[in-house]
RNA sequence: GGGCAAUUAGCUCAGUUGGUUAGAGCGUCUCGUUUACACCGAGAAGGCCAAAGGUUCGAAUCCUUUAUUGCCCACCA
């Protein structure tokens, strides 16, 4: 066979994968050999609302190293695959997508919009994973999951079940965070501030001047608060009644004490909307105060508003300012006024607090088996290096963020997700626990009238489980024993950005649920930015596809360039040069092997270099220095330096091996004497040499494998197999 | 307000526990098509490793301060 001068990577890549996966090693129940020591890596399962994007390419390249290096290291390796339904994240992209066509949920039922996202989302996955087929993963199809599988419903379900009955789930009607566009429940995590400069009114409260930028919320005002121990209004007491003029006409307005007002802002006093303001909240539930729904859910005033009713708030606010301005009760206004507003992550719209009924779970109440809280068994898993972020430096910021944790709201208002398996006696007020859905009767009062809880979980909740969800349903699905074999699991590799979000969760519910860390190393790649250093993202429209990379460079080049100079954690700009810069590499390697494979062909040695006689002083370096990166390379990839594998194999590849020794070769192989160490020289460095780029760029290292064996020039398992060099 | 990081060649970035002339990709310049490779080879230019001070036999690497940039968390009516 005639090698093609130059190595083109759409030609082989598609066959060399399906070769990789009719020999069935993805799975590890048919991996060769006595394999014991298991080495797993649950996939972060990519998202099924959209084709993938560059930082899909990045994690599977990453976990696909780790795999295919453990795995010729001869451990028992499972890459457990999936895709997330992606709750809240999906329904927005359906929204949009609805919009864009003029539609919208509202004017649809709940069970044709969970239809047409069923649909939608079966595409996405499909597409998805023959994305990441593309990538090289060699993960366990076998095996795949995806989070609405019955099977991994069953186990959600089941945590919850046993969270309510510990206590620790509970629901409650306090103030959250609303999303007016979305119309839901947000937890903090799903909010972002963003910087405003808004005028802040000063008013006339009876005798107090309060400030505020919000007028549109303070209708139904009728407490007045500042701080105790304020001197300026220690004549007025706690409990004292104010007869004033306001918005609407006269109130009552009730003096209240309370350490919460900071006596720096603003005048040292103010009035609260509990119904919508967090702070107010707080203090009316201190002090059991009355408390007034002002604004509805979609961001209007409610009929409290008098003549402003039904006005969206931005719109009412100007006309609340003049009516007030017109009253006299506008003292002045501060149009420099800068302070944060919350956002909601997706939409970008105002938060607007509700109150509303959601469900928490407890963050830091002890178990009731005399374990300590979640948050405390995630603190104590790192403080006893059970579970350790490889990326150290983000192990400060998990505790930080760990020791400040508030109560999860896991309900959310949207229709696509898993349901809450809840009902509600209609008489009784009974909470009953349905896991099946097929209660029909009030376990208590036996009444009949039984409402569902309309509500669906945070995605969270359910990825929070997937580390144990994922084996437990293999082993509900096809009868395996995964849970036992591959749990806890070795590495989870993922970006810093979901940092809180999952892997804070993971490492909570998974000591709750198995009293097990889900993983031991925690491995927080960066972000895959543009050139401009810019965040890729669909609302940017600068999101590259990386189906398009591949078509034009072939995947291990765009494999070995996303690796090659990024430390673990670094946000990495793509710049198109490094993967044309990868592709010349690849193709370096192709030819070093023609070379090679052209020599052999036409000689009849035997290989072995084991006996050094008839050795140069060129032979020995290149194999000296052969020794020496198989050490250090292997070093670095234990310790999860990928990077600088990458870059000495490449070094050593091009730089020794073609540069240096394959030069020097080619006056060896004239002379008879040296031609037979030489050529096993040749012959052994191009192989180790192989095994060493395999992971980093499986298709043409498996590709030139192929040849080789073809010419017997090598052994007859896949490269994917073969073991790691020593 | 609190915290974390970054600052290294024209550009984008590596540099594990401090140790010989600080590296890579792309770019620039010169030369070269001798059958592995022009998706190449040979060679070259280009860095007081942000600034200052300190520790050390020795610092890009550790410490302190400063400057600039980026990010995260919290959030005051």
Redesign the pocket.
Known sequence: MELE???NANDVEEKIYKIWQESGYFNPDKLPGKRKEPYTIIMPPPNANAPMHLGHALFVTIEDILIRFQRMQGKRTLWQPGTDHAGFETQVVYEKKLDKEGRSRFSMTREDFYKEVWEFVQGNKHITENSLKRLGASCDWDRNMFTLDPEIIKVVYGTFEKMYNDGLIYKSGRICNWCPKHQTGLA??ETK?EERQEPFYYFKYGPFTI????PETKFGDKYVVMHPEDKRYKQYKHGDKLELEWINGPVTATVIKDE????E??T?V??ITPAH???DFEIAQRHKLDSETVIDKRGKLLPIAGEFAGLKILDARPKIVDKLKEKGLLEKVDENYK??V?LCYKCGNLIEPQVVDQWYIAMTKSLPDGRPSLRDMAINALEKKEVEIVTE?FE??FR??ME?LRDWPISRQIWWGIPIPVKYCSDCKEVIIDIQDNISSCKKCGSAKLTKDPDTFDTWFSSGQWPFATLMANDAKHGTEDIKNFFPTQVMETGWDIL?FWVARMVMLSYYKTNKPPFQKVYLHGLVRDKD?QKMSKSKGNVIDPLGIIDTYGTDALRFALVF???AG?DI?L?E??I??M??FG??LW??A??II?NLEITNYKLQITNPEGSTEADRAILTKLEALIKSST?HLE?F?L??AA?EI??FT?HEF??VY??AS?VQLQDENLKAFTLSTLHYSLTTVLKLLHPFMPFITEHIWKILQEKNLAEKNLLMIQEWPK
């Open positions: 001068k130059s190595y903090d995590l501030y400030g505020t930028s919000r919460a007002v900071d006596m802002f603003g040292g103010m009035t303001d967090p702070i302070h944060n919350q430096r400060k910021v930080h963020w400040n809180f250093r100079s990024t430390a670094n700009p710049a040069d490094k044309k810069g592709k010349h193709n370096k030819n070093i023609r070379f052209m070093n310790n330096r990077h600088e870059q490449y070094h091009w073609a540069d394959i030069e080619k």
